[in-house]
């Protein structure tokens, strides 16, 4: 096959002690899923099924070392947010939820940076999120954990500090929709392929960063992530 172009630049993960890497499909994200962080946004947690948005694979960055982001243009509110990330390694369809684990490959840490007064003022008016969540190196992920090395963590302590100081700090069994969960829902409306990423939804304590600040992203037993915000 000839292409008019040069293909885009195939997005990977690395995959924690392993040689081959993670091919990144499609990046889902999970939104307000910690209730805390619901009421921080002025919504309640009490809702109807969980909701989500996307983020293009250009997204991804691959922080299993060190890495940076650019200070993105155009906000003057740029915020972290941490999240546990679900890699999918089998597809499916209207997957039932007490077989949704079986289709996880592993589980990362991972940032949903966000441009939030582009977010609100989308939010605000009725339009769509792209330019608040799905724009350029917005998602920072550290190495992939194979489920079948760690199996699948239902609680663990989730932590962000900026600059060595404490923003974000919760556990990871207090998501309102479980993995299994997210995974069943998401794959009623859409049929899910090896690949695809689930971020899924961030703890209270989001805020601002600048250039320069170092954040520094947890999971236990998934490893940290330290990403700097450059100018």
């Known amino acids: 096959m000839r292409l008019a172009l040069e293909a885009p630049a195939l997005r990977t993960l690395t995959i924690a002690g392993r040689d081959e890497r993670f091919p990144v499909n499609r990046v889902f994200c999970v939104g307000r899923n910690y209730a805390a962080h619901a009421r921080e946004m002025g919504k309640d947690p009490d809702r109807e099924p969980p909701f989500f948005f996307m983020k293009p694979a250009a997204a991804v960055v691959d922080a299993a070392q060190p890495a940076s982001v650019t200070y993105p243009p155009k906000t003057k509110n740029y915020h972290h947010e941490i999240e546990l990330v679900v890699a999918i390694g089998r597809g499916g369809r209207d997957i039932p939820v007490a077989l949704a684990l079986a289709h996880v ?39 992939l954990h194979r489920a079948q090395d760690i199996g699948h963590p239902l609680a663990a302590a989730i932590t962000l500090t900026v600059n060595g100081q404490a923003r974000q700090q919760s556990d990871i069994a207090k998501l309102i929709w479980s993995v299994s969960a997210c995974v069943a829902v998401l794959s009623a409306y859409e049929a899910l392929e090896p690949g695809d990423l689930i971020m899924t939804g961030t703890p209270e304590g989001v805020g601002a960063v600048m250039a320069g600040d170092l954040m520094r992203g947890e999971v236990q037993g998934l490893g940290a992530i330290e990403v700097r915000v450059t100018g």
């Open 105 to 143: 490959y592993g589980y990362a840490v991972g940032l949903d940076m966000t441009r939030r007064d582009l977010q609100l003022e989308a939010r605000d008016q009725g339009r769509p999120w792209e330019f608040g969540k799905s724009f350029a190196w917005s998602a920072p992920i550290g190495a």
